[in-house]
């Protein structure tokens, strides 16, 4: 079981950055992939982002390549996702999940069982 806490959400401008933060806990942290999802009102959840339980891998979704960067601390059993020239599409809650990592299956297809609550970042025009 891992159980995860985002933070760092907000309100921010178009063009500005945020950085999200997602705290897990277990002992066992390097064997996930996490991923970071969002969804908007009214719509799906989408992928936006995951890296390897190593770090040494990521995937991104187009919408957001060259954009945001994730990045993982595993000594502090924490995911980051720094977000910058965000635009008004990119508003939505934005959450954190975890999948026990398999390098024989890609990044974005992982089973992710494990999910935050959310946290909400909207960017205004």
């Known amino acids: 079981q891992v159980q995860l806490v985002e933070s760092g959400g907000g309100l921010v401008q178009a063009g500005g950055s945020l950085r999200l933060s997602c705290a897990a806990s277990?002992?066992?942290?390097?064997?996930?992939?996490m991923a970071w999802f969002r969804q908007a009102q009214g719509k799906e959840r989408e992928f936006v982002t995951a890296?390897?339980?190593?770090?040494?891998?990521?995937y991104y979704a187009d919408s957001v390549k060259g954009r945001f960067t994730i990045s993982r601390d595993n000594a502090k059993n924490t995911v980051y996702l720094q977000m910058n020239t965000l635009k008004p599409e990119d508003t939505a809650v934005y959450y954190c999940?975890?999948?026990?990592?398999?390098?024989?299956?890609?990044?974005?297809?992982?089973?992710?069982?494990?999910w935050g609550q959310g946290t909400q970042v909207t960017v205004s025009s």
């Open positions: 890296i390897r339980g190593s770090g040494t891998i990521t």
């Open positions: 999940a975890a999948a026990t990592d398999r390098y024989s299956e890609r990044l974005r297809l992982l089973a992710y069982n494990f």
């Open positions: 277990g002992r066992t942290f390097s064997s996930y992939a």
